[in-house]
Each structure stands twice: as C-alpha cells, then as structure tokens.
C-alpha cells in the first residue's frame, strides 16, 4: 500500500485547511509548520521527501510555501490533492487581504488609521532589511554569487533594467557560467535520495501526452480569463493592464515577494498610478500581518488599481473584480508548475547547468531585496523623494529637508528589535502601530 492510499483525503483536507489558517510568519515560518504537521506530527512524508519537494518548490517561480503544500498534497493524493492543499493554503488569507483591502480604502483617509501606517511603514522597512540578511546568509557562498547580487541591483536601481530581464540575464550568466567554470558558485550540493521525488512512482512515468494535456490545461486556466479581457475590454482597461502585468510577474517571481516588489512598486506607483509609495508599504504591512504567502500583497495592490480606475463597476465592485483577477493570475500558475514538473523533478534536480542558472538567479534576487531596502527606506523617512536622470543613469534623490526624525527613530528601534534580539514579525509591526499612534496624537 502506498502512503498516497493510506491517507484518507478527508483527514488530509483537514489538515491543510488547519495549516492554511495557521500559516502567518512569512515562508520560514510556514515551510516549519508544514514540516512538523507533516513530517513529525502525521508521519505522512519522510524527512527526504519532504527536503526534495522544498529545493524543486525553491526552484520555481512564486511563493515557495504554497507551492510546498500544492507538491505535498499531489505526492498523497495526485492532482485532488494538490488543489486541496494549494487552495487551502492561501484562501484564508485571500479572505483576510480582500476585508483589509475593502477597510483600508474606505477607512485610509482617517487620521487613526494614518497614525497606524505610519508605524507599520517603519516595521515593514526593518522586516525587509532582515530578510535581506537572511537570505544573503544563505545564498552568498562565492565572489561570483556577490558579483551577480551587485550587478542586479546596479541594473535595477541606476538602470531601470526591467525586473524580468534582470532574472533573465542572471540565468543566462549562470548556465554560461558553470561551463566555463563548474564550481564557479562553489561546490555542488550533494545528490538526493534517489526515489524520492514523490510517494507514488506511477506519477513519475507519466507519458509525454499527458504532460502535453497538463500544460494545455494549465495555462488555458490560467490565461483564458486573461484573453477574455482582452477582447472584452481591450488592452488599456485596468483589468487587462492587471490580468497581464501580474500574469509577467508570476513567471520572474524567483526568491519570493521581497525579490519581485521594488519591481512591482516602481510600476504600479510610477507606470500605471494604481498607487502611491506609501501605500505600497501599507499594503506590505498588511500582507504580513495576514495568514498565506507575502505575496498577497499583489492583491492589494489590484484591489487599489480597479478600485480608483474607471472600470465601469461601482469602486468597490471594481477593487474587488480587480483582487480577484490579480489573485487568480498569481496563483494559478503556481499550480501548473507543480503539475507540470513534479513528476520530472529527480531529472530536473541532476541537470547541472539549469541549477547554475537557479543559482545565479537567487543571488540577483539579493541584489533585487537590496535595491527594494533602499527604496522603502527612501520612502519611509523622507516626505518628497525626486527622480533624476544623468545620461542613461538613474538615481532617487530625497529632499533632506524632508527627513521625519520620527519616522527615523521607529525604524531604527524596528531593526534593533528585530537584528538584534530576534523580535517576531507580528510583535514588531504590533508595537510599531501603537508607537505611531503615540507619536501622531500625543
């Protein structure tokens, strides 16, 4: 009997709406809750099992913990049960980010909820500053690994190099690299478990016209809405420039949501004027206060975009359309990927270069979170932030003048707290929203 037949799908149902409701504390905190409930506590996956779908999921693009739990519930109960378990992992906290969406844009204007951003802004700056530490820790083996971090951040921050091309352009570096150089990002991680790859070797034989049908399927889920707006509302809509631009970024999303949101800020502040800054980082501090992926915050930041353009809806019909078109196009694909290339990903685990090319990308993503730091901060602490341009050069420039001393003090206590006594995420924003409080009124 296979662990797949040995799992009863309602006992497993339960458990993954039980993770999806208890998933706060951004991917490290839900890949440890998955592993106890999972690994330790139900004894449904082994240890090896377990680690092998963490490194394909930390392959591919998207929000690394959801598509964990969709290749968990697919290795117990094939394709009903990466649904389940995909669909139940982030569904609460869509629940969540829709009301707090719905409340911030009513509610936004008051001065009680402002006092509350404006300490949350200063948590979210030290949160950031703090993942981009820990994944450098991580990831920064080699001087090559800090050549690639420095490079993308120079791209982005003094070129304006679109996020997409900067993903692409480490990639390329890295597949090119290893040739040349095979331990150029250091040595090669050992082998896996042979036979690991999921709890039911049937799957792992598919033929090659049912991988054929997987992917028509899949990406007829996830971009026929996309080209039924298209040809119902043409290309300038607010639901078709949101159905397409979140579509490009589910595809660059490698290293998470701190990797892909300067990106998706500059645009969706400066391109396409769904927002502004600040609000951007309000709706980072929201993301993280929700149960599911940080990603969610890209369901904000829809919601904000139809609900100030001119859908046709009344606007807060038009938010809530334009959350559920973001939600959808940054989700589904996540479930094709996992569909599509879990039952190859022994075969994908051993192909060298294409792990020099991961490789490569993860360490752009440093420089990616580097160059989002610095443009939250710049936004946190300074009123008036100006854009100028130097030949093909450039640079954000804040008017000192503009300096809000409070707004510095929060965020250095915020980085204190969370550097150097290990402060938890919701404690932190907690106190920093109480202390904005303090600060606006008293």
């Known amino acids: 009997m ?45 240890e090896p099992q377990f680690l092998h779908a963490l490194n394909f999921c930390m392959l591919l693009p998207g929000p690394e913990a959801q598509q964990l739990a969709t290749y968990s519930g697919w290795l117990l109960h094939g394709v009903r049960g990466g649904l389940a378990a995909g669909l139940m ?52 083996k080699t001087g090559a690994l800090y050549a690639v971090a420095a490079a993308a951040f120079a791209a982005i921050f003094f070129l304006d190099v679109p996020f997409p091309v900067v993903v692409l352009g480490a990639a390329l570096f890295g ?73 490009k970024m589910a595809v660059v999303t490698f290293g998470g949501a701190y990797a892909v949101l300067a990106y998706v800020a500059q645009e969706a502040v400066q391109n396409f004027g769904w927002l502004n800054a600040g609000e951007m980082l309000d709706g980072l501090g929201l993301a993280e206060t929700t149960p599911g992926p940080l990603i969610m915050v890209l369901q904000f ?63 752009a993503v440093v420089g990616v979170i580097a160059n989002l730091a610095v443009w939250f901060g710049l936004h946190v602490l300074f009123g008036e ?24 003090a929060l965020s250095v206590a915020a980085v204190v707290a969370v550097l150097r006594f290990k402060a938890g995420m919701l404690p932190v924003l907690g106190v920093a929203a109480v202390l904005g409080l303090a600060i606006r009124f008293l």
Request: overall charge positive; glycine content about 8%; some cysteine.
């Open 2 to 46: 296979t662990v797949a037949s040995s799992v009863p799908f309602r006992e497993a149902f339960r458990v993954w709406v039980k993770i999806g409701l208890l998933s706060f504390g951004g991917p490290a905190g839900q890949i440890a809750l998955m592993h106890r409930i999972l690994v330790e506590e139900k004894k449904w996956l082994s």
């Open 89 to 140: 992992f982030i569904l609460p906290g869509v629940a969540v980010m829709l009301a707090l969406s719905v409340l911030y844009a009513a509610y936004a204007e008051l001065a009680f909820v402002e006092a509350l951003f404006f300490g949350i802004k200063a948590a979210v700056f030290a949160i950031v500053i703090e993942a981009l530490i820990r994944i450098s820790k991580r990831v920064m």
């Open 175 to 247: 597949f090119a690299a290893v040739r040349v150089s095979p331990s150029v990002f250091g040595e090669a991680l050992p082998a896996e478990e042979k036979g690991t790859a999921n709890g039911n070797g049937v799957r792992a034989g598919r033929s090659f016209l049912r991988m054929i049908a997987t992917l028509v399927i899949g990406l007829t889920v996830w971009l026929g809405p996309v080209a039924a707006l298209l040809l119902a509302f043409g290309a300038s809509h607010v639901f078709t420039q949101e159905a397409v631009f979140f579509s």
């Open 385 to 408: 932030v100006a854009e100028t341009r130097f030949a093909i050069f450039r640079l954000f420039v804040p008017n000192v003048a503009t300096l809000d001393p409070w707004a510095l």
């Open 301 to 363: 930041v829809g919601f904000l975009g139809a609900y100030r353009g001119e859908t046709g809806l009344d606007p807060m019909a038009g938010g809530i359309a334009g959350a559920a078109i973001t939600t959808w196009v940054t989700f589904a694909p996540c479930f094709l990927w996992i569909f599509l290339g879990a039952p190859y990903v022994e075969r994908l685990r051993n192909v060298k270069s294409l792990n020099a090319a991961f490789t490569a990308i993860t360490a």
